[in-house]
């Protein structure tokens, strides 16, 4: 049954994100990333990581879209712009990235990877029994990857700021 589930949720999510990419307005393309961020935290959720699935749909499916979707109004985005590219031109300029991104992705002369990655045993139990699940999250997240955490959050800053002047210069 839980396999079933998972297969039926990592296709979602896997249409979903490909409809994201390959609409031509961006707030349909929006719109599809949400559905791929709520599929990604039902997949959370039969993974047993419930605090993360609820992150998941609280920052990235709430907060960060809401960022998005205000940066695409703001921008006036929703008009089709002169250079896209249509027809079977754009779906060969398709194919041949899809083609080479997956040369790229390819591992050259290493062995496969194990279908199965072995942690330690107990490890993560071990620190959901000491600190609990939002312990175990964010003392890693505090502590050791507090600067990156801050220049991830200057960045979204930084972004909002370069929307609005950019949308100032049109008006």
Known sequence: MTLTVFWIFGVIAMGSGLLCITRKNPIAS??????????LAALFVLLDAQFIAVLQVLVYAGAI??????????????????????GPLGLLGATVLAGALLLLLRPLGQAPLPAE????????????????MVGAVAT????????????????????????????????
Do not use: C, H
Not at 150 to 163: K, N, R
């Open 30 to 39: 929006a719109l599809w990333l949400v559905v791929t961020l709520f599929a």
């Open 140 to 171: 890693p997240l505090f502590d050791t990857y507090l600067v990156p955490f801050e220049i991830a959050s200057v960045l979204l800053l930084t972004a909002i700021v370069g929307a609005v002047v950019l949308a100032k210069r049109k008006l």
């Open 65 to 86: 879209m809401v960022l998005f979707l205000f940066v695409i109004m703001l921008l006036n985005l929703g008009r089709p712009g002169p250079t896209d590219i249509k």
């Open 117 to 132: 990655i072995q942690l330690p045993p107990g490890t993560v139990a071990a620190l959901q029994q000491q600190r609990g």
